[in-house]
């Protein structure tokens, strides 16, 4: 994987399904989030013979991505004129706090050091921050928004068992996106929403998502165990 690949949706489930042929994996446990989420998504059309069973978490899907409260920031990244100013201010905490604020519900979970995970692979070098420009090139690029509705009609023949795991006061990819997934896809088990959590369930109630994961995942071994009996 190199800084200046292409990052585009259909290579990025190619990479997915690369991975797993190197690593000697037949099927998979998947969990998706946000863009990793649209990933699964074209992998439940093209590759749903690789899934064990899935979790999607506030995932982009349909038409409905790029989000309208991430937008802004999107615009002023990619701009030629404003993309120098905003790397600059990207390196002061409390701009990063700001950023991130649309994503969260309580802001206290965004910690200094988690702020400098999330941003560190993104401003240490031009060449990264290139990457960065381009990825959201391609979230504002209609004809790549469209590849989750082109995946709808796989979707709708994926059979295997699968949670939608959503932190429910999200703005960007709400509850309401989870809904229409449900009636989309015939694996589906059911929607489990996160009380206290926007856009990354994980970030603020850590403990119980992986908790529900782990809990979805074990159903599937406990019916394959019953099945074999």
């Known amino acids: ?9 259909p290579n990025q489930m190619k990479m997915v399904v690369g991975l797993m042929d190197r ?13 990793g989420g649209a990933t699964a998504q074209l992998m439940m059309k093209y590759h749903p013979a690789r ?7 506030n995932v982009e899907a349909y038409d409905q991505w790029p989000s309208e409260p991430e937008r802004p ?19 002061f905490t409390a701009i990063q706090r700001h950023v991130f604020s649309i994503a969260v519900h ?9 702020l400098a995970a999330y941003m560190r692979p993104h401003i240490t070098s031009p060449e990264r921050w290139c990457r960065l420009r ?16 082109r995946a709808v009609d796989g979707m709708r023949r994926f059979d295997r068992p699968t949670l939608l795991l959503w932190g429910k006061h ?7 996106i989870a809904e229409r997934l449900a009636k989309d896809i015939p694996g589906f088990v059911r929607i489990e929403l996160l009380e ?20 979805f995942f074990g159903e599937g071994q406990a019916n394959k165990r019953n099945k074999d009996q």
């Open 1 to 9: 994987v190199r800084l200046d690949d292409d990052y585009r949706l």
């Open 23 to 35: 690593l000697g994996i037949e099927r998979a446990r998947i969990v998706g989030h946000d863009h």
């Open 51 to 57: 899934i064990r069973s899935l979790v999607l978490t």
């Open 73 to 91: 920031d999107l615009e002023l990244i990619v701009n030629p004129v404003s993309t120098p100013l905003f790397r600059a201010m990207l390196g």
């Open 106 to 114: 309580n802001k206290q979970s965004l910690t200094d050091e988690a």
């Open 134 to 149: 381009r990825f959201f090139r391609w979230q504002l690029d209609r004809e790549h928004n469209l590849e989750t509705l």
């Open 170 to 176: 999200d703005t960007n990819f709400g509850p309401a």
């Open 196 to 215: 206290n959590s926007a856009h990354m369930p994980m970030q603020e109630e850590a403990e119980a998502y992986a908790q529900a994961v782990l809990r």
